[in-house]
Structures are given as C-alpha cells and as structure tokens.
C-alpha cells in the first residue's frame, strides 16, 4: 500500500503541510542515539514513544516504526509492582504507565502482554488504582505520594482502556475534580490553585471519562477557553502568557468536549501551527523558529485534526489518541 499523502493547500503565507516529511522526521528520531540530548531525555523515552505514535498515526502512518522493536521496549519496562518506568532500571510512575497502556492498545500489544504472565492487564490495573487516595478521590503519582489532577485524569485514562474502572472510587475522584474548579469556570491543579489551560484538559478529560460533564458551566469555561487565543492565532496556558503549540492542544481538546470549539478563530490557528513547522527537516517547534521536538510535533498534529484539517486521522480529544484504535466500548 502507497504511504503517498497529499499535500493539502495550507492558508497563503504558510507553508503546506508535507507529511512525508514529518514522518520522516518522526521516524529517524531514534537515529540520533550520538547526540546528547537523546540520553539526556532517557527519563522521557515511554512518553516519547506514545507521542511519535500518535504523531504516525495522525498522518495515517501507523506503521512507520517497528512494532516489535516497540513492544519489546515497552515490556522491558513494567517493573513488578505492576507500573511502567520511562526506561528499563528506572522506577514506575503513573504518568509513564499511562503512556505505556496507550501504546499497548495503539500497537494491539495484550497478547504479547499476557505471554509475560505477571497479571497483564488486571496488574496494570491494581497498580493504578493502589494509588488512589480513597478518602480524598485523589491519586499520587508514585509511591512517594504527590498528588496531582494530572495523575488522576491518567489514571481514568488508562482504567477506562484497560477496562477496570470498577477498581476505584469514581464519585469520590469526580468530587476532588469538581472541588479544583474556580469561579472563573476553569480548573486549577489543586482546589484554590491557579486556572490552567493544562489543568482544565486534565480535570474536563477526566470528567468525560467519568460521564460527568454536566458538572461543567459550559458556557463559563468556554468563554476563558476562547479567551487564550491571541492576535497571531495561536493559543495561550493562561492569561499573560505566550501562545504555544501545546496549548492549542489543552485548549481546543477542552473547547471540543464541551461542543464549544467553533468559539475560536480556526483558520487563524491552523496558520499558527502550520508556521511552526520546520519545512526543511520535518517536526513542529512550540513556536516559529524555535526548534522542533516530537512533543510538539504530536500536539500540533492532534491541534490539526480537532480542527478538520484535510488529510489527517481522527483524534479523540478525551485521550490524545486515533479514534480508530479506541475500544469499542469507549468509542
């Protein structure tokens, strides 16, 4: 089957996308194992794999890189107690165990899993939801204990894909979510904790997972939402801020579960993520002229196929994620 992807007209000024050449660029990252900075980001490597997939996968690649190769990774990573590490000999964390059941299920990896015999999905599961703080709702990241609504939207994440969402207590994980919400309409990482663009894609995931998002003034939040996009196009974390690429992801995935996304100037941020491509290399950066990395890359992709950009996968803005490989029970 032909990889050939047309080159779909971008608005004037900026330059098209050319997704041969981003799939390129996100295919050779690997290569660059004599550069320093690919051994400075070793305790980023689970996550870096999940946002080169979902980058392929958004270009229609999903097969650009080595499944086995992949999966071999992965599993050489989950660490007896049932999570995932960032690398082999590092120690387990939630945020890198979500990454890694996300590429099991983009990878179709449960078979080879299960061939391990330590518990397969059921010990992932027990892993997660042992992290979870019963009385308040919240969940740490690790054993040490930090807590963060980044840690719990995870773990609904990776629960609701591994299907066992039964192991927690999900009203009193909702409540915590409802407790982070400021009168400004967004959420903030703690209750009384500042709003942040992040922050609300973290708590309003985690409430459409959970089916709660009738807990939202919708109107409220879509309004601050809306509210982060600057004169240039692109999207900004919180007021006063610079746009970045990834904020037009925490953003926009917001605006679209609450059916408010059409409230921002869509063309004029579709120029803004296509002007901080490298046209020569391949890759997208946080901004224009800024150097490239796959975290953005993935986000500016996934920006794009919120906004209908031509050519590219769905992505489901609850789990950053093709809607393709989703379960059907979620989908």
């Known amino acids: 089957m032909s990889h050939t992807m047309k080159v779909v007209p971008s608005p004037s000024g900026v330059p098209p996308l050319d997704a041969d050449l981003h799939a390129r660029y996100v295919r050779t990252l690997d290569d660059r194992k004599d550069e320093h900075e690919y051994w400075l980001t070793e305790h980023l490597r689970m996550s870096g794999i999940y946002w080169a997939l979902v980058a392929l996968h ?151 997972i959970a089916d709660r998002l009738d807990l939202i003034d919708v109107d409220k939040l879509g309004a601050w939402l809306s509210e982060r996009q600057l004169p240039n196009g692109g999207l900004n974390g919180r007021p006063e801020k610079l746009e970045d690429v990834c904020y037009g992801w925490w953003v926009m995935s917001s605006m679209a579960m609450i059916k408010r996304l059409h409230w921002i100037d869509r063309d004029k941020m579709v120029s803004f993520i296509l002007s901080c491509q490298d046209p020569e290399g391949g890759g997208f950066a946080d901004r224009p002229e800024d150097m490239v990395d796959v975290f953005h890359t993935c986000f500016a992709l996934t920006g794009l196929s919120l906004l209908g950009f031509e050519g590219l996968e769905q992505v489901d803005p609850r789990y950053c994620m093709p809607m393709t490989v989703l379960p059907q029970t979620i989908r």
């Open 58 to 208: 958004m270009l229609r690649r999903p097969d650009e890189l080595p499944r086995d190769k992949l999966l071999d990774f992965v599993l050489s990573c989950w660490q007896p107690n049932g999570g995932f590490s960032a690398a082999p000999d590092h120690d387990a964390h939630l945020l890198f165990t979500v990454s890694a059941v996300q590429i099991l299920v983009m990878l179709d990896g449960w078979r080879e899993l299960d061939a391990m015999e330590k518990g397969g999905k059921t010990a992932i599961a027990q892993y997660i939801a042992n992290l979870q703080n019963r009385a308040s709702g919240t969940f740490a990241g690790d054993e040490w204990g930090e807590t963060d609504t980044r840690f719990l939207y995870g773990a609904l994440n990776a629960l609701s894909l591994l299907g066992h969402m039964h192991l927690i207590d999900l009203d009193q994980a909702v409540q915590h979510v409802k407790a982070c919400q400021n009168i400004d309409g967004a959420f903030g990482t703690t209750p009384g904790a500042e709003s942040h663009s992040g922050q609300v894609f973290t708590c309003v995931g985690a409430l459409a």
